[in-house]
């Protein structure tokens, strides 16, 4: 295969992958409605928790993808217990966790309707609010880290402005000193030519006089 044929399917690759992407936001957007009980901001970060772990982006989370999920906050879970978990969710028997169902199980736990007995769903939906919470601080640390930058940006514009001014002022200065000069050079010059046409009058008139 050619470097032309590789640069084309890797291409093709990433539009499916992102016409993927971007199917599975529409779709989950629509099954959003059906939760009217979430604000839009806890929908957006429950969406992006769920794209973040659905490793293979096919609209499910799987053993492999809550190994991953469980990892990723510093726990360890057995396949038992995952499957478990799958068991208390799935509703469909599809064998994972739709975006439905962990919408679902995410109401339920914000409802307190998780019996006691649901202690894996319930760990999940605690989970799954923790990831959205650390979201929620992730953006106000990129908001802050924006506006410092922006900040940063604002005084250096400001210095810029005010050694532009300087450097003005500094050109005005010089600009200055060398017309004084100038006057002064050419005051010098025009006495010295006011000293020898005295000197010279002087001269003839001594001249004149011996006569």
């Known amino acids: 295969m050619c470097i032309r044929d590789r640069y084309q399917r890797r291409v093709r690759g990433l539009l499916n992958h992102l016409k993927t992407m971007?199917?599975?936001?529409?779709?989950?957007?629509?099954?959003?409605?059906?939760?009217?009980?979430?604000s839009t901001e806890e929908l957006k970060g429950f969406r992006e928790a769920f794209m973040k772990f659905d490793l293979d982006n096919n609209g499910q989370l799987?053993?492999?993808e809550?190994?991953?999920?469980?990892?990723?906050i510093g726990q360890t879970k057995t396949n038992a217990e995952l499957?478990?978990?799958?068991?208390?969710?799935?509703?469909t028997a599809s064998g994972g966790i739709d975006y439905k169902e962990y919408l679902t199980i995410l109401l339920k736990d914000k409802k307190g309707l998780l019996p006691g007995g649901m202690g894996i769903a319930s760990s999940f939906a605690q989970i799954v609010a923790k990831q959205h919470d650390e979201?929620?601080?992730?953006?106000?640390?990129?908001?802050?880290?924006?506006?410092?930058?922006?900040?940063?940006?604002?005084?250096?514009?400001e210095e810029e402005k005010i050694r532009q001014q300087?450097?003005?002022?500094?050109?005005?200065?010089?600009?200055?000193?060398?017309i004084a000069q100038e006057e002064a050079e050419n005051a010098r010059k025009e006495e010295e030519k006011k000293k020898k046409t005295a000197e010279k009058l002087a001269k003839f008139k001594n001249n004149l006089g011996k006569r």
């Open 166 to 178: 300087n450097e003005k002022r500094k050109k005005q200065n010089e600009m200055k000193r060398k």
């Open 22 to 38: 971007t199917t599975s936001a529409v779709k989950f957007k629509l099954i959003e409605v059906d939760f009217p009980e979430f």
């Open 66 to 72: 809550l190994h991953q999920m469980y990892e990723s």
């Open 62 to 64: 799987e053993v492999f």
């Open 135 to 157: 979201s929620k601080e992730t953006g106000k640390k990129a908001n802050i880290f924006e506006q410092k930058m922006a900040d940063l940006a604002k005084q250096k514009q």
């Open 83 to 91: 499957v478990q978990l799958i068991k208390e969710c799935d509703t």
